[in-house]
């Protein structure tokens, strides 16, 4: 499953199996639905960042609102958030490699 770690912390996350109250809670948030956070992710908004770094960081146990993010009460590195999936990557050869003659 993937995980979105956040400095030397991390927590499970998939943004397609969230938990009811958490959609909830990003829609209130943020005032956009699940897939429209997945849709502004792939487009590097800071918000939707925001977004699923505060849910990684209740889950971790983290006290801490939406607005302690957006707000810099709880200052977020942006460089230390990232996400790892468990994927083997792919072993085939990259595009115009060539064999040894």
């Known amino acids: 499953m993937p995980r979105i770690v956040i400095g030397d912390e991390s927590a ?36 939707a960042v925001a977004a699923l770094a505060w849910i990684a960081l209740r889950r971790m146990g983290k006290d801490v609102t939406f607005a302690d993010i ?3 009460r709880y200052p977020i590195d942006i460089m230390s958030i990232r996400i790892e999936t468990d994927e083997e ?13």
Do not use: C, Y
């Not at 397609?16 to 429209?36: K, P, Y």
């Not at 990557?89 to 003659?101: H, L, M, R």
């Open 12 to 47: 499970e996350f998939d943004l397609s199996r969230l938990a009811l109250h958490e959609g909830i809670a990003i829609q209130d948030a943020t005032g956009w639905r699940v897939t429209e956070v997945g849709d502004a992710m792939a487009k590097g908004d800071l918000k």
């Open 70 to 72: 957006t707000e810099g």
């Open 89 to 101: 990557p792919d072993p085939t050869p990259a595009a115009g490699a060539n064999a040894s003659p």
